[in-house]
């Protein structure tokens, strides 16, 4: 048996020997590229990649090796196409994205939609992005504030993403997919829950404790020690503060945002009632225009896969190769198709940038009903 030196020195040998073929490949990728760019054919060929990585797997001498050949093979087509991605962008020939730039939002002269009632977060977050002078109305649900923006009734919605401690709003992601709306904006509101009730309310008089649902969820600890309170679950923080004034009845309490207090009449019992005191939620501001700030910085896509072995490595290797940051993936179930994803994908950048371009050129072909969700 040769020692482990000498099977080391062939090894390398090897590895040359496959780096000069690498690269040998890639040079007629190259040629490739240049043909389809002055031919005007797409990158991708799924049929003919697909009928390739089944011949090369049958080359191989046993089940190990025939594995590993489509897997080594799969990642250097997606090496190749990258690399004629970056080609296409780089002649120009990789299309416009349907996005405008604009300098700013103009947050004044601009009608502004919120699910709930007066004084909820949304309310909060809707005056801390666009200054509390602005036009601003509320529905009774986060879909009639996607309606509103869709026919015209409003210029933005906002809209609440993910919580920090109690996570995402998954509702928030199904709609995004659902309409033609895009987001322009975020905001992020430090969360502090106020436990409320009518004056000269005591803890002792309180039976019954009325709010939002993640409300509750986030106060567990502190509602825990008065295992007496009755929880009840309102649409909103802002309509609990509300009921509890309308009712003005010292056994019941809200757990609400401090400016609910004043906006209905109510004391602080106590203040802050959420077990994190660094409790934030994420808004995000949407549109009906697909437009973006210059300075937008982060963009977020979603999209569906094709039922093929890597197709989602496959597709995050777009972002990993161009160099930009994934802040987040989230995935959501589509509807009346049991086991089957939206997937969710946040990612820093601005749609000027080539290699988010590049990017989103390569997410766009090899996805399956891609869309650009917006750049903030």
Known sequence: MEDLQELRKQIDQIDQEMVRL????????????EYKIANGKKVLDRSRELEKLDTLGGMAHNDFNRHGIRELFQ??????????YQLLEKEGVSGSLPFTRIDHIDR?????????VEGAYQHQAALEYFGKDVNVFHMDTWKGCMEAIKEGMAD?????????????VNDIYDLLEEYENYIVGEQIIKIQHALLGVPGTKLEDIRTVFS???ALMQCAGYLNRHPQWKQISLSNTAVAAEKAAQDGDKSQAAIAGEITAKL?????????????RFNSTRFIIVTNRKMYEKDARKVSICFELPHVSGSLYNILSHIIYNDLNMC??????????????HFFVDFEGNLDDSAVKNA?????????NFKILGNY
């Open 264 to 276: 209905y009449g109510l004391e602080i019992l106590e203040m802050p009632v959420n077990d994190c």
């Open 328 to 341: 987040k993936i989230e995935s959501r179930p589509i509807p009346e198709r049991n086991w089957e994803y």
């Open 360 to 368: 989103i050129r390569g997410i766009a072909e090899e996805a399956v």
């Open 156 to 168: 933005y919605a906002v809209l609440p993403i993910e919580n920090s401690s109690a996570g995402e």
């Open 108 to 116: 004044k002269h601009c009608r502004v939609v919120y699910q709930g």
């Open 22 to 33: 690498f690269e040998a490949r890639m040079d007629v990728c190259r040629q490739v590229a």
């Open 212 to 214: 939002h649902p993640q």
């Open 75 to 84: 990642q250097i087509m997606a090496m190749s196409r990258k690399l004629q």
